[in-house]
């Protein structure tokens, strides 16, 4: 059994010595356990500070690529050298890497394919009321498009199974965090939760600007992944919204003109029926478009799943 614990960087000099020394450097139940920092373009000595400290699995970027890239490179070194779980963690020291035992336990029993931190953001003294109130609400949309139950959606300090691995796919660039939560549902993969306390804060998040900036790229991100598996049901939204609309007035021209015999002063609502009636239709088509672009989605992360199992067999 091999663990590799992976910590992606961008000029994390000042803080990774600690995040570093925090990591058990024995799991019981684990034959070897592996770190891995992924540089993601650090201007200071970032890989440095590492090598002195005894890593010598790094994975390096040129130029910043961003979060979501630096998971999906780290996941493929890992499983490259023989990973069976691949825990991720942050360079700031953000999360409590000593309860990376408790963290894997549940994969390495078998009992879960994804185990999530629950950093119980209401307990955390540095979010703000409203950043508080904006986590619940990302969990709770990214829940109901996964269709689990999870109280801390956001949070990157996970523990995932080679296998689950194999069935992820990271299109994103921003954040990976929702989208393999939603993809992790909707392939019924089991994923657990643990609380954990987070350790105090140490600088300000290099991932977004501020919150407003972290929702819209969040919102992004849940939608179009939530679109890659449930695109029928915003087009069939779309299309009852657009049919509703055009009824409404469409009814109202004819019961004027069958009871009054007089159309005159009310083609504005036929005019109006019509365009919203051409909308229902596109949606309706487009809805059926999607499902079929789904479907071949599904068929082609099979095959992908198949490749990986060839291409990082031990």
Request: charged share 20%; net charge neutral.
């Amino acid at each position: 059994m091999k663990v590799f614990v992976q910590i992606p960087c961008l000029n994390e000099e000042e803080t990774l010595p600690a995040v570093l020394a925090s990591i058990p450097r024995e799991i019981e139940g684990v034959d070897e356990l592996e770190i891995l920092v992924i540089d993601d373009g650090s201007s200071d000595r970032t890989v440095e500070i590492a090598r002195e400290l005894g890593v010598t699995h790094v994975v390096r970027h040129a130029r910043n690529m961003g979060l979501a890239r630096s998971f999906r490179d780290g996941v493929d070194y890992a499983l490259a050298h023989g990973a069976d779980v691949v825990v991720n963690t942050d360079g700031d020291n953000q999360y409590p890497q000593d309860r990376i035992p408790d963290l894997v336990r549940p994969v390495i029993e078998g009992v879960a394919d994804i185990v999530i931190a629950d950093r119980q953001t209401a307990t955390i003294a540095h979010f703000s009321p409203f950043k508080k109130l904006m986590q619940r609400v990302g969990s709770a949309v990214v829940n109901k498009a996964a269709d689990t139950r999870l109280p801390d959606a956001p949070s990157g300090f996970r523990a995932y199974s080679r296998a689950s691995l194999y069935r992820l796919n990271v299109v994103t660039e921003f954040s990976y965090t929702m989208e393999t939560i939603i993809q992790a549902g909707h392939k019924r993969l089991r994923i657990a939760s643990l609380p954990v306390t987070t350790n105090a804060k140490t600088r300000e998040s290099r991932l977004f600007k501020n919150i407003f900036h972290h929702m819209v790229k969040s919102a992004s991100a849940i939608v179009r992944s939530y679109l890659m598996f449930k695109p029928y049901m915003i087009f069939a939204t779309l299309t009852a919204v657009f049919g509703v609309l055009a009824l409404i007035p469409m009814v109202r021209f004819l019961v004027l003109w069958l009871v009054h015999g007089d159309s005159s002063g009310n083609i504005q609502s036929l005019i109006f029926a019509a365009i919203m009636s051409v909308a229902a239709l596109l949606s309706a088509a487009l809805g059926v478009l999607s499902d079929l672009q789904r479907t071949n989605r599904v068929l082609l992360e099979d095959q992908l799943e198949r490749i990986k199992e060839i291409q990082f067999r031990r």
